[in-house]
C-alpha cells in the first residue's frame, strides 16, 4: 500500500470487500497497512516481507557473475539511486562525496536499465544514498551502509515498516534535516539480526506454500 493513510472511497471499499472474498489469504507488508486493512475492509491480513527478500542473495549475485557495465570497480564510489529530484539530497550527495572521497554513480530510474545493472551497481559500491524502498532493500540485502531519504511522494508507511523491523531508525531521513553523522553512517556497516531476517523469510515462504495449495486444492 506505501500510504499511512486510507485514501480510497466508501465506494472503493464496498466493491472491494466483495471482491477479496474471492482470496484464500491475504497479505502485506508494511505493519501499518494491517489496521488499514482491518479498519476499512474488515479482513485481518498476515504481515510478510518484500518478495525480493525471498529469493537468496546468491541468486542476485550469480544473476551479475558476467555482467559488465562502465563502472571501474578500483574505485570507490558511492551509489544513487534517487527516484525524485530534490536539491536538498542534491546538495547531501555533494557533501558527501567530499568528505568521504567517494565518486558519485548514479543509477539512473527512467532509462530502460536491466535488473543486472542495478543490482550490480548497489553490490559493488562503498555505500548507498537512495529516496527508494527498494533501493533501501537491496543495500539491506547487500549489506551496505546506507542512508535513505523519506519520500513522501511515494509513501512513508513503507519506509518507516522496513527501517523499524530491522532496527536501522537512524539511517531513514527526512529530506529538510541532514544528518550530522554522515561518515558514521556511510562507512559502519549495518548490524542486522541474521536470525530474525531467516524466520521472517521462512514465515513468509510458508506463508505463500500454504496458500497456494489452498488455493489449488
Not at 16 to 25: C, D, P
Amino acid at each position: 500500500m506505501g500510504h499511512d493513510y486510507w485514501k480510497y472511497s466508501i465506494e472503493f471499499d464496498e466493491i472491494a470487500k466483495k471482491l477479496l472474498k474471492n482470496f484464500t489469504s491475504i497479505s502485506v507488508r508494511e505493519k501499518n497497512a494491517i489496521n488499514l486493512v482491518e479498519n476499512h475492509l474488515n479482513i485481518k491480513p498476515s504481515l510478510v516481507l518484500d518478495p525480493t527478500f525471498l529469493i537468496d542473495k546468491k541468486y542476485y549475485m550469480d544473476l551479475i557473475k558476467e555482467y559488465k557495465y562502465n563502472i571501474n570497480s578500483n574505485d570507490k564510489y558511492l551509489c544513487i539511486y534517487q527516484l525524485d529530484s530534490n536539491n536538498i539530497i542534491k546538495e547531501f550527495i555533494e557533501e558527501s562525496s567530499n568528505i568521504l572521497k567517494y565518486k558519485i554513480y548514479n543509477v539512473t530510474v527512467f532509462e530502460n536499465n536491466s535488473v543486472e545493472y542495478f543490482i550490480y551497481a548497489i553490490s559493488n559500491s562503498e555505500a548507498v544514498i537512495t529516496d527508494s524502498y527498494h533501493g533501501t532493500i537491496f543495500s539491506i540485502i547487500f549489506n551496505k551502509p546506507f542512508i535513505s531519504f523519506i519520500n513522501t511522494i511515494r509513501g512513508i508507511g513503507r519506509f518507516t515498516s522496513l527501517i523499524e523491523l530491522f532496527n536501522l531508525n537512524e539511517r531513514i531521513i527526512n529530506p529538510i534535516k541532514k544528518p550530522d553523522n554522515i561518515s558514521y553512517l556511510l562507512t559502519t556497516p549495518l548490524n542486522i539480526n541474521q536470525s530474525l531476517i531467516i524466520s521472517l523469510k521462512k514465515f513468509s515462504i510458508n506463508y505463500l506454500i500454504k496458500n497456494l495449495k489452498r488455493s489449488t486444492n
